[in-house]
C-alpha cells in the first residue's frame, strides 16, 4: 500500500468535490465503479496540469501530461486498493477516457497491478490517445517493460511519429536489436521518400549502431532547416540524459 | 457553415464521406445505435458495437476533425428479438454514463408489437433516471397510426416532452406533433421519403422552431450531406441565415447539450486525436529536481 498525500492536493476544491461526488456513487463496488466512473471527466472537469516532474512510488512521471480527471481516477484508484483484474476490467468496459483515466495510473504501479495486461491491451489497438496514455511521460515502461514490450512500444511511438523526449528512461533501454529496427525504419522512409522519424537522431547519438550513425552523419549535412532543427533538439535531448 | 449532424450510421460509411462531411461544414456527428441490417443473436454483438460507437469510432472521427457522439438504445426492430431484447436493456445503465453518450436511442416503434412498447417505455425511464434526451424512431410504414401511439406512450413515461426528439417525420406529422412539446426530427434522403425541396417546404410552412433535420446516412442509398444540401436549397429560397443556422447547429446543440453532456464551446472546437499537441513544449523535462511522492508503508 502506498501513501499518496501529494495527489489530492493536485486538485482544486470544486474539484475534490466533483470526486466526492463521484466516489460517493461508486462506494466502492466495482458493478457501480463500472457506470459512475465515466462521470468523473464531467464531475471533475480535464484542467491541464503543468508540467512538473514527481516521483511516484519507483517510477518518475510527468504531470504536465495529466489532467484533473486523470488526478481524481488515480486517486479513487489508490484509495479504494484496486488492484489489476478490477483497473483490466475498468479498461475493457471503458470508454476512451475511461481508459486514458486507467492508462495514466498504470504508471503508478498500484497494489498488485502487474501492468503487462494493460500494457497489451493499450498496444492492441490504434487510438494513438490511449498509446500516448498508457505509455509515454514516464519512465514505468522503461523500468519495467521485458526488451520484446519495450522495443514493440519504441517503434509504435516511432511509427506515430511521437516525441522520443516523452519516453522517460529511453537512454537506459537501447538493444542492438531495437537499433536494428530503427536503421531498416528509416531506410524504408527514406526509400518512401519520407522524413525519418526525429527521435533516430538522439537514439544514434547514445546508441552504437554503425548504420544509424551514418545516418546521422549524412543528415548532419543536410540544409533542410527541418532536419537541422531536429538534430539540434536531438543534441539536447541526448546530452540531457547522458 | 457550421452543422451538427443529429443522426448519421458512421459505422458503414468511408473515409471519404467523412472528409466531404467535414468539407461540407459538420463539426459534430451523432451516431444513434440501431440494427445492422440483419438481426444478432447475442448480447454479446451489442457490447462490442457500444463500445465500437464509443471507442474506434469516435476517434476515426476525430482523425477528420469532427466531433463522434452517440445515442445508445435497443432499436425497436430487435426489441422484437427474445435472444438479445431483455440483455440488452439490462445491459443499458452501465453504458449511460460514458462519455460521448448524449442520449438514449434510437428506441421507439418500427411494426408497433406489444414487444416493442414494453422496450421503449421501459427505455424511456432509463433516459430519465440518467437524465438524457431520447432520439425516437417512428415508423416508415402507417405513419399517422405510428407517431400517435409514440406521442402516448411517451406521455406514460412521464419523460419531458421536451426531451424528446420524434424522428422520421413528414407533412403529415408535423401536424400532429406540433403542439406537444416534442422536437421533430425530418431524415433527408437523395430518392425516397422526405427529399430536400419537401422539407424546404415544410420549413417554409412551420419555421425552424423545434426541427431538427438529418441524413440518416446508412449501409443504404443514402446521402451524408443531405443536411447541407437542405441547408443551400434553404439559402437559395432566401431563409435568413439566422434561420438556416439555427436549424442545423443551434436546436441539435441546445437539444443534445441540454443534460450537460457537451457544450457548444466544446463542439465548436476541432477535437484532438493526439495528446502531442497538448503536450507541445512540455515534455522536454530533464534534468529538473524531483519531487517525491508516496512512501510504500
Ligand atoms: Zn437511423
Redesign the pocket.
Given at each position: 500500500m502506498i501513501a499518496w498525500p501529494p495527489l489530492r492536493g493536485r486538485l482544486s476544491e470544486s474539484e475534490l468535490a466533483g470526486l466526492a461526488w463521484v466516489q460517493a456513487k461508486i462506494g466502492n463496488s466495482q458493478t457501480q465503479r463500472l457506470v459512475w466512473l465515466a462521470s468523473l471527466p464531467r464531475r471533475v472537469g480535464k484542467r491541464a496540469l503543468a508540467p512538473e516532474l514527481v516521483k511516484a512510488g519507483v517510477a518518475t512521471l510527468n504531470l504536465g501530461a495529466w489532467r484533473a480527471a486523470d488526478v481524481a481516477a488515480a486517486v479513487e484508484f489508490i484509495e479504494a486498493s484496486l488492484g489489476e483484474a478490477a483497473l483490466v476490467e475498468l479498461w475493457d468496459h471503458g470508454d476512451q477516457e475511461e481508459r486514458r483515466m486507467v492508462g495514466r495510473s498504470v504508471c503508478l504501479g498500484l497494489g498488485d497491478l502487474a501492468t503487462p495486461l494493460l500494457w497489451d491491451r493499450a498496444h492492441r489497438q490504434n487510438d494513438q490517445i490511449l498509446f500516448e496514455a498508457t505509455f509515454l511521460d514516464s519512465d514505468h515502461l522503461a523500468r519495467l517493460a521485458d526488451d520484446e514490450v519495450w522495443a514493440r512500444a519504441v517503434l509504435k511511438a516511432a511509427f506515430l511519429n511521437l516525441d522520443l523526449a516523452r519516453l522517460y528512461g529511453f537512454e537506459r533501454r537501447l538493444p542492438d536489436t531495437l537499433q536494428e529496427c530503427l536503421a531498416d525504419f528509416a531506410a524504408e522512409r527514406r526509400a518512401a521518400g519520407r522524413p525519418v522519424w526525429p527521435g533516430t537522431y538522439a537514439i544514434a547519438m547514445l546508441g552504437e549502431n554503425p548504420r544509424l550513425l551514418t545516418l546521422l552523419t549524412a543528415d548532419r549535412r543536410s540544409t533542410d532547416p527541418t532536419t537541422q532543427a531536429q538534430i539540434a533538439d536531438a543534441t539536447r535531448l541526448a546530452e540531457s540524459v547522458r | 457553415m457550421k452543422i451538427f449532424e443529429p443522426?448519421a450510421?458512421m459505422v458503414s460509411r468511408v473515409t471519404d464521406d467523412y472528409e466531404r462531411m467535414r468539407d461540407s461544414g459538420v463539426r459534430v456527428v451523432l451516431e444513434?445505435a440501431?440494427w445492422l441490417g440483419q438481426p444478432r443473436t447475442s448480447v454479446g454483438s451489442f457490447v462490442d458495437y457500444f463500445d465500437t460507437l464509443l471507442g474506434w469510432e469516435r476517434f476515426r472521427a476525430a482523425g477528420f476533425g469532427i466531433h463522434h457522439v452517440c445515442t445508445l438504445g435497443l432499436n425497436p426492430r430487435e426489441a422484437n428479438d427474445d435472444r438479445v431484447n431483455a440483455g440488452v436493456v439490462e445491459l443499458l445503465p452501465r453504458y449511460l454514463e460514458k462519455n460521448g453518450v448524449v442520449g438514449v436511442g434510437?428506441i421507439g416503434l418500427d411494426d408497433m408489437t406489444a414487444k416493442e412498447e414494453r422496450w421503449f417505455l421501459a427505455q424511456l425511464v432509463l433516459a430519465k433516471e440518467h437524465d438524457l434526451p431520447a432520439l425516437v424512431?417512428t415508423p416508415h410504414r402507417n405513419k399517422r397510426q405510428g407517431f400517435l401511439r409514440c406521442l402516448d406512450i411517451i406521455r406514460d413515461s412521464g419523460i419531458r416532452m421536451d426531451r424528446v426528439l420524434l424522428d422520421h417525420g413528414n407533412e403529415e406529422t408535423v401536424k400532429i406533433t406540433r403542439e406537444t412539446g416534442v422536437w421533430q426530427g425530418f431524415s433527408i434522403y437523395p430518392h425516397t421519403k422526405m427529399d430536400p425541396p419537401r422539407m424546404v417546404a415544410i420549413l417554409r410552412q412551420y419555421g425552424v422552431e423545434r426541427m431538427i433535420i438529418n441524413s440518416?446516412c446508412?449501409w443504404g442509398v443514402s446521402d451524408p450531406l443531405s443536411v447541407r444540401k437542405t441547408a443551400d436549397l434553404m439559402a437559395e429560397a432566401e431563409f435568413g441565415v439566422g434561420d438556416i443556422d439555427r436549424l442545423v447547429w443551434g436546436n441539435p446543440v441546445q437539444f443534445f447539450s441540454e443534460t450537460g453532456r457537451g457544450t457548444e464551446a466544446e463542439w465548436s472546437t476541432p477535437p484532438a486525436s493526439t495528446l502531442g499537441a497538448t503536450h507541445a513544449g512540455n515534455s522536454f523535462l530533464r534534468g529538473q529536481s524531483v519531487e517525491t511522492w508516496g512512501k510504500r508503508a
Amino acid at each position: 500500500m502506498i501513501a499518496w498525500p501529494p495527489l489530492r492536493g493536485r486538485l482544486s476544491e470544486s474539484e475534490l468535490a466533483g470526486l466526492a461526488w463521484v466516489q460517493a456513487k461508486i462506494g466502492n463496488s466495482q458493478t457501480q465503479r463500472l457506470v459512475w466512473l465515466a462521470s468523473l471527466p464531467r464531475r471533475v472537469g480535464k484542467r491541464a496540469l503543468a508540467p512538473e516532474l514527481v516521483k511516484a512510488g519507483v517510477a518518475t512521471l510527468n504531470l504536465g501530461a495529466w489532467r484533473a480527471a486523470d488526478v481524481a481516477a488515480a486517486v479513487e484508484f489508490i484509495e479504494a486498493s484496486l488492484g489489476e483484474a478490477a483497473l483490466v476490467e475498468l479498461w475493457d468496459h471503458g470508454d476512451q477516457e475511461e481508459r486514458r483515466m486507467v492508462g495514466r495510473s498504470v504508471c503508478l504501479g498500484l497494489g498488485d497491478l502487474a501492468t503487462p495486461l494493460l500494457w497489451d491491451r493499450a498496444h492492441r489497438q490504434n487510438d494513438q490517445i490511449l498509446f500516448e496514455a498508457t505509455f509515454l511521460d514516464s519512465d514505468h515502461l522503461a523500468r519495467l517493460a521485458d526488451d520484446e514490450v519495450w522495443a514493440r512500444a519504441v517503434l509504435k511511438a516511432a511509427f506515430l511519429n511521437l516525441d522520443l523526449a516523452r519516453l522517460y528512461g529511453f537512454e537506459r533501454r537501447l538493444p542492438d536489436t531495437l537499433q536494428e529496427c530503427l536503421a531498416d525504419f528509416a531506410a524504408e522512409r527514406r526509400a518512401a521518400g519520407r522524413p525519418v522519424w526525429p527521435g533516430t537522431y538522439a537514439i544514434a547519438m547514445l546508441g552504437e549502431n554503425p548504420r544509424l550513425l551514418t545516418l546521422l552523419t549524412a543528415d548532419r549535412r543536410s540544409t533542410d532547416p527541418t532536419t537541422q532543427a531536429q538534430i539540434a533538439d536531438a543534441t539536447r535531448l541526448a546530452e540531457s540524459v547522458r | 457553415m457550421k452543422i451538427f449532424e443529429p443522426h448519421a450510421h458512421m459505422v458503414s460509411r468511408v473515409t471519404d464521406d467523412y472528409e466531404r462531411m467535414r468539407d461540407s461544414g459538420v463539426r459534430v456527428v451523432l451516431e444513434p445505435a440501431f440494427w445492422l441490417g440483419q438481426p444478432r443473436t447475442s448480447v454479446g454483438s451489442f457490447v462490442d458495437y457500444f463500445d465500437t460507437l464509443l471507442g474506434w469510432e469516435r476517434f476515426r472521427a476525430a482523425g477528420f476533425g469532427i466531433h463522434h457522439v452517440c445515442t445508445l438504445g435497443l432499436n425497436p426492430r430487435e426489441a422484437n428479438d427474445d435472444r438479445v431484447n431483455a440483455g440488452v436493456v439490462e445491459l443499458l445503465p452501465r453504458y449511460l454514463e460514458k462519455n460521448g453518450v448524449v442520449g438514449v436511442g434510437e428506441i421507439g416503434l418500427d411494426d408497433m408489437t406489444a414487444k416493442e412498447e414494453r422496450w421503449f417505455l421501459a427505455q424511456l425511464v432509463l433516459a430519465k433516471e440518467h437524465d438524457l434526451p431520447a432520439l425516437v424512431h417512428t415508423p416508415h410504414r402507417n405513419k399517422r397510426q405510428g407517431f400517435l401511439r409514440c406521442l402516448d406512450i411517451i406521455r406514460d413515461s412521464g419523460i419531458r416532452m421536451d426531451r424528446v426528439l420524434l424522428d422520421h417525420g413528414n407533412e403529415e406529422t408535423v401536424k400532429i406533433t406540433r403542439e406537444t412539446g416534442v422536437w421533430q426530427g425530418f431524415s433527408i434522403y437523395p430518392h425516397t421519403k422526405m427529399d430536400p425541396p419537401r422539407m424546404v417546404a415544410i420549413l417554409r410552412q412551420y419555421g425552424v422552431e423545434r426541427m431538427i433535420i438529418n441524413s440518416a446516412c446508412d449501409w443504404g442509398v443514402s446521402d451524408p450531406l443531405s443536411v447541407r444540401k437542405t441547408a443551400d436549397l434553404m439559402a437559395e429560397a432566401e431563409f435568413g441565415v439566422g434561420d438556416i443556422d439555427r436549424l442545423v447547429w443551434g436546436n441539435p446543440v441546445q437539444f443534445f447539450s441540454e443534460t450537460g453532456r457537451g457544450t457548444e464551446a466544446e463542439w465548436s472546437t476541432p477535437p484532438a486525436s493526439t495528446l502531442g499537441a497538448t503536450h507541445a513544449g512540455n515534455s522536454f523535462l530533464r534534468g529538473q529536481s524531483v519531487e517525491t511522492w508516496g512512501k510504500r508503508a
